[in-house]
């Protein structure tokens, strides 16, 4: 049977981009998806109908990560419907880029909340609920899996990314301090750190041939990213073959952070 049969996933940000592609993913290797997103509802769409028409099973359910309300509805929705999960994987991010002399508080709150705040919102309530159902060790190793999305500038600063490193440099020790302190529980926590991967948050970046040549030059291994390279390495992280992995950033950016 497909290694994640039987498990129950949400996917945050899972409207267009790495999210969708993680949501399909999942659910192509046999967990149950409930595809979050804030705003796009005919992207949640588009991810449901592609996981169903290759005959998997998913849910919608809109919220603001950034809201701790609705990101407790969330979870109390998610578990109404599938009954519990076991996969959460954190995906929903945003850029606000400007200059560091110019940027306003607004555009670094902005960054911090989605960003930061609402990564510390589902990796709690996803804790919450492993803890609260126990172990099945008939379904997965680990009583829950947590994937945070992180990004090469975890590691690498960016000029006019300063708020956005920010929030991925803090998810690094949100991931590190979850996992070591959810570890006796048998939960696990990790985080992706994608590369320059073709999706619309970073468009400016690969939008045109010069664009993306001069991308390419940060990039050893000379291709840009493809969304599915993450859902791809997301399956995997989230299922047993991974089980002895917790607290680490998975880097897959083609050696980008090599320069
Ligand atoms: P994207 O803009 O296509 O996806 C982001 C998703 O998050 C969208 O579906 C958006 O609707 C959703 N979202 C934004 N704010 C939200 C909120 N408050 N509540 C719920 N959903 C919200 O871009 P993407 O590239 O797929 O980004 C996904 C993640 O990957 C982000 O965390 C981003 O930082 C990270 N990332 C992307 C790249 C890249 O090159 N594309 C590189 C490194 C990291």
Redesign the pocket.
């Known amino acids: 049977s497909p290694r994640l049969a039987g498990q129950y996933a949400l996917v945050?940000?899972a409207?267009?981009?790495?999210?969708a592609a993680i949501a399909i993913a999942l659910a192509a290797n046999g967990a149950s998806v409930v595809v979050?997103?804030?705003?796009?509802t005919d992207?949640a769409n588009a991810t449901l109908k592609t996981i169903t028409d290759a005959g998997g099973t998913g849910y919608i359910v809109q919220?603001?990560?950034?809201k701790e309300d609705q990101v407790q509805a969330m979870f109390q929705q998610a578990v109404q419907h599938f009954g519990t999960l076991h996969i959460v994987v954190s995906?929903?991010?945003?850029?606000v880029d400007s200059p560091f002399v110019d940027m306003t508080l607004e555009q670094w709150q902005k960054v911090i909340d989605?960003?930061l705040t609402?990564q510390f919102l589902c990796v709690r309530e996803a804790a919450r609920e492993f803890l609260r159902r126990g172990p099945q060790p008939e379904v997965s190793k680990a009583l829950g899996k947590i994937i945070c999305?992180s990004?090469?500038h975890e590691v690498i600063p960016w000029a006019g990314h300063v708020n956005y490193a920010t929030s991925k440099g803090g998810i690094m020790q949100l991931m590190k301090s979850t996992a070591q302190e959810l570890a006796p529980h048998k939960i696990r926590v990790n985080s992706i750190g994608?590369?320059?991967?073709k999706?619309?948050?970073?468009h400016d970046a690969w939008g045109t041939p010069e664009a993306e040549a001069s991308l390419l030059k940060l990039i050893p291994y000379d291709r840009v990213g493809e969304?599915d390279d993450i859902g791809q390495l997301a399956a995997w992280l989230a299922s047993d073959e991974a089980d002895y992995i917790t607290g680490q950033t998975i880097f897959m950016d083609g050696g980008m952070t090599l320069y």
Request: glycine letters at 22%; charged letters at 5%; zero cysteines.
């Open positions: 945050t940000g409207s267009s981009g790495i999210g979050n997103y804030g705003h796009d992207g919220a603001d990560v950034s995906n929903a991010g945003i850029q989605v960003n609402g999305m990004s090469v994608p590369g320059a991967i999706t619309h948050i970073n969304p």
